[in-house]
């Protein structure tokens, strides 16, 4: 029996840093939503007991380095699987692009494996368990769009946004969130993003709201160490984009845009800049 699995990408419309915590995590609070770009995962049981990974995409690892290889040795461990499991992952998402591709990828291989082993695992249990893999993956396991707070494990789901266009491009540079969060200076950030305004304009499905709330102060650090992003949010905003937010650490850059008409202008604007670029939807 095959198992298959949708990945989908997330982006932040709003990424706060409170603290540096003591365990060395760092306390956030951002809204996260899922975006209509995803790889695509396949399960297969194997007779011998065993984790194989293999994908198209010649520039991941894998073996033990991957995520999703990391959750199916969780849970095989955690609740004692003495079967093996062929996984492949059809990579669509780029990397290390701050749209938690591998997070993506790791929450899809609970879900698979939990039905193709007929675990019973509830969902909470199931974000649990991908709070040890990684702070994205629990909100990745039920997607929709959340308030995350702690260190991005803790959950408050709200209402999904107004559709919407939403354009990505990642510039050519892979970007380190562990070095992007250890340069940041929690205790000195002077502004901090309008999350509060980002919810309301959620709650009330105002767009133009929800444009002018959006912030990540991650920025400020990515934008300094590469210029290439700067250039980016610049491009994205000159050809029209109604909202513009780096997601995650970086490099990805989206663009959200309320009129069809103007996506195929800023679409091919930014291909002048660089090939990974997307025009998809939010997820409803």
Known sequence: MK?????SAKINLSLDVL?????????VEMVMTMVDLADRIE?????????????????????????????ARLIKDRYDV???V???????IPVAA?????????????????????????????????GELGSDVPFCVTGGTALATGRGEVLHPVD???QCWVILAKPPINVSTSEVYGKLNAAGINHHPDTKGVLEAIRHKRFDELCGSLGNVLEEVTLQLYPQVRQMKEVMERLGADGVLMSGSGPT???????????????????????????????P
């Not at 198992?3 to 990945?7: C, D, G, L, S, V």
């Open 43 to 71: 399960m297969q049981e194997l007779p011998r007991d065993t984790i194989i990974i293999s994908s198209q995409a010649g520039y991941i690892p894998l073996d033990e380095k991957n995520l999703a290889f990391q959750a």
């Open 3 to 7: 198992i298959y699995e949708r990945a």
């Open 253 to 283: 850059v989206f663009g959200l845009v309320s009129k069809e008409a103007k996506v195929a202008r800023i679409y091919n604007g930014l291909r002048g800049f660089c090939k990974d670029v997307y025009a998809v939807r939010m997820l």
């Open 98 to 130: 701050g749209l938690a591709g591998g997070s993506s990828d790791a929450a899809a291989t609970l879900r698979g494996l939990n039905r193709l082993w007929g675990l019973g695992i509830p969902t909470e249990e199931l974000q649990k368990l991908g």
């Open 160 to 162: 999904n946004p107004l």
């Open 19 to 27: 603290r540096k915590r003591e365990d060395g995590y760092h306390e």
């Open 86 to 92: 062929y996984i492949h992952l059809d990579k669509k």
């Open 82 to 84: 003495r079967k093996g």
